[in-house]
């Protein structure tokens, strides 16, 4: 079935390894981060069974399909008052920042018997999330230790999603002194400091990862072998994930469009080169499924035109290759391609070992309801 996006479990399961050996050997847990899968039932429990002790996501819902883990969940966005009962019956760590939902969160713990760990968010500067004023850091601190039903399990920080802001040694001890100046001050222990995300990996194989950091959130690393500024990270397997759409029309068309141009299926007035007459190709995926930004062709004669709500455009003018109508052409993911892919009920998910040639082997069985419940799985192996 197409379009679909093919899935190298064995690939996934490689950095996995070489993850948490190269982490723990540092003193570092793995807080493995699965938001880009989507709460996939299958890459979840890949996950879980290469042991590990933390599970991340961003949206409560993903955590439906996680089964067999006796590991600590945690909620990496931060949660939203009106979410509060939902949080605390599905997680047991959050990152918060706001003392108004910390109270709610303590007061919710209490009256389900329950003990709820905090990570609290600093800004280091890349002005998403965290508390970035020091009095306000203190104060908050302060009346954290009053409430009971809430743990303050540590401190945390994040760089690179919104200001792209690099992470250095610089900012991550700004996060260990201040962590120091706290214990100090309030007489308490912050267990866990959460420096980050993948991109922290290049300080850590430089050995430029300050001691005290030890816990990083990982999910680009893991599943798509990507660091900072979505390099390739040494020893680790990238394009884990390739989509593969079917050609529906091959024809030799003009390069303009002929007529008045307004606005397209995106809502913009698109440009055209005129190239003469090209040899053009259709395929079955449009916007609803994924922006053409995100996906690259693996024949790199392939030009990608644009997309319309159903239909991605192609110019295969070029290319070596004498494609006709059925054909599957395969293309590479970005971050955003990936999490489009699997967020679409309309993309089917094929999982294989790497191996060639796959065969069909299983339908998996998935849950009843969440965001996963009507997405087509397979499994192929050799």
Known sequence: MYPRVEINLEAIKHNLRLLTTRCRSAGIDVAAVVKLVCGDPVLLKTVVDAGIDVIADSRLENFQGLTGFSGKKLLLRLPMLSQVQQLVDTVDISLNSEIEIMRKIAATARQKGKTHDIILMLD??????????????????????????????????????????????????????????????????????????????TLLDNGKLPVGVNQLRLGTSIFMGLGLNDQQIPGLQYDNFILVTEIIEIMDKPSVPMGEIGLDASGKVPSFEDLGIRKKALCAIGLQDINYAYISALDKAIKILGMSSDHLVLDISDSSQAYVVGDKLKFQLSYQGVLSAMNSSYIYKYYHDGAQPWQLLANIALPANGPSAKRQHTIAHN
Request: with cysteine; aromatic share 2%.
């Open 124 to 201: 280091l500067g890349d002005l998403r999330e965290g508390i970035i004023d020091s009095d306000v850091l203190d104060g908050t601190i302060a009346e954290l230790l009053t409430l009971e039903g809430i743990n303050l399990l540590g401190l945390g920080s994040n760089l690179t999603c919104f200001g792209g802001v690099m992470p250095s040694t610089k900012a991550l001890n700004k996060l260990i002194t201040i962590k120091n100046q706290l214990e100090t001050k309030f007489q308490l222990k912050l267990d866990v400091i959460s420096g980050g995300n993948s991109g922290c990996l």
